[in-house]
């Protein structure tokens, strides 16, 4: 089913389980610790990584293994490990090459969740990180490469910025530098935009989001695309290149080939940390991501048509949507996003952060919640809210304008939705 020449659409529906004769039509929830073996030796060669089996649900389980099967097939991927949350995924994929001492590049445009994750939690770690303008030209990004730096990260579209990535810039530079590219692809989906295809290594989701699309659990994913070449630069990947004495000395890259980054990053990392998704949550997923293909391209249909009502509406100070053909991203989003970018429309109103906080008091259909990227219409102000541990500099170098509102257009009509926002700015 995995096959690549079925669409996203029949992935979206299909991919991941293909049941047998007289086996559930649809995945079933397998709520089970543990599974059963015959003999000894059965189980021993599952723990030594001999043979590919189930044993224990913090490694694998059979629910978990499809969701991440089939989201692998979505994104053109060779495997993918689902995990607890987006920020587990996020850290997971940095720790899987990174130890103390090591050294990684980010965008400083990203997610506050993962900003604050890796400036103060990873160093206490001794992981170090220099976070990067993804707007500067490519020599001024490079210069911030360190010898002992492991990995290059940033978001397709940035949470709440909507800063539009250029992946096949940022790809160039962290190949020229003997490391792999890791992209947050929550917001674009890989029904908008699957970064492998212009060079990415890793692609990780807060699978929270679109994915599951109906806010009901929270989860990650870490997918790799096999094309990195971990022994080619084997210095400064030893984690993955030397043997792991944890693993009776055996080699990931020699023994799983293409599948040696998210072997590891199960038998080792998921094995010693374990922030597992469970298989219930999995299962919401999995339904979540049958309809994937056709929510987002109403997610972006409406989004542009509130984008051009804030646009035109003399209350606005400033719009921020890429699908707007005067947005400083509308290029670039043409480009890696031609289909659409995602439903998350970000503005700000003339009078600035109290007019702002009135304005989304004052709002009925579009409810103030933690969340985006759900079915349902959402909006939050980024600097009281999600990012408030940050300064007004901190907020200004994450691309978060303190009378930034971030506005998450569901599913619903979009009259409903512009009507709302009219009501709102009346009063």
């Not at 005067?326 to 289909?339: A, F, I, S």
């Not at 109103?349 to 702002?356: A, I, T």
């Amino acid at each position: 089913m995995e096959n690549k020449s079925f669409s996203k659409e029949t992935i979206c529906v299909q991919g991941g389980w293909q049941p047998k004769k007289g086996e559930p039509r649809v995945l079933p929830i397998y709520q089970s610790t543990t599974f059963k073996y015959e003999t000894s030796e059965q189980m021993a060669k599952l723990f030594d990584l001999e043979e590919s089996g189930y044993f224990y649900t913090r490694l694998q389980n059979p629910t978990n293994d499809a969701v991440a099967s089939k989201i692998a097939a979505l994104e053109g991927g060779v495997a993918a490990m689902l995990t607890s949350s987006g920020q587990a995924a996020s850290f997971y994929a940095i720790f899987n090459i990174c130890s103390a001492g090591d050294h990684f590049v980010s965008a400083s445009t990203i997610y506050g969740g993962t900003f604050n994750l890796f400036a103060v939690t990873m160093k206490k770690l001794g992981i170090e990180v220099t976070f990067v303008d993804p707007d500067a030209p490519e020599e001024e990004i490079a210069k911030a490469f360190r010898p002992n730096t492991k990995a290059l990260f940033a978001e397709t579209i940035s949470n709440p910025s909507l800063v539009v990535l250029d992946i096949e810039k940022f790809a160039r530079i962290a190949h020229g530098n003997g490391v792999p590219l890791i992209i947050d692809n929550t917001f674009a989906t890989p029904i908008n935009c699957r970064p492998f295809e212009w060079g990415a290594d890793i692609i990780i989701h807060s699978t929270t989001k679109y994915m599951d699309g109906h806010a009901t659990n929270v989860g990650g994913v870490i997918v790799d695309s096999g094309n990195f070449d971990w022994d080619a630069h084997a210095d400064k990947f030893p984690g993955l290149t030397t043997p792991d004495e944890s693993y009776h000395g055996l080699t990931y890259t020699k023994k799983f080939g293409k599948g040696a980054y998210i072997t590891k990053a199960t038998a080792q990392v998921m094995r010693d940390l374990g922030s597992i998704q469970s298989p219930q949550n999995a299962f919401l997923l999995n339904l979540g991501l049958e309809t994937l293909h056709l929510r987002m391209p109403q997610h972006c249909k409406n989004a542009q048509k509130v984008a051009e009502y804030l646009h035109d509406n003399e209350k606005v100070a400033w719009v921020n949507y890429c699908g707007l053909k005067d947005n400083k991203y509308y290029e670039l989003g043409q480009k890696y996003l031609p289909n659409g970018s995602c439903g998350v429309v970000t503005f700000g109103l003339k009078g600035g952060r109290d007019v702002s906080i009135k304005f989304m008091d004052n709002l009925k259909l579009a409810a103030i919640v933690t969340h985006v990227a759900d079915a349902r219409t959402s909006v939050l102000h980024p600097a009281s809210h999600t990012h408030r541990q940050l300064t007004d500099e901190q907020l200004i170098a994450a691309g978060v304008a303190p009378d930034l509102i971030r506005f998450s257009v569901g599913i619903e009509n979009v009259n409903d939705i512009i009507a709302d926002i009219e009501q709102a700015l009346a009063k």
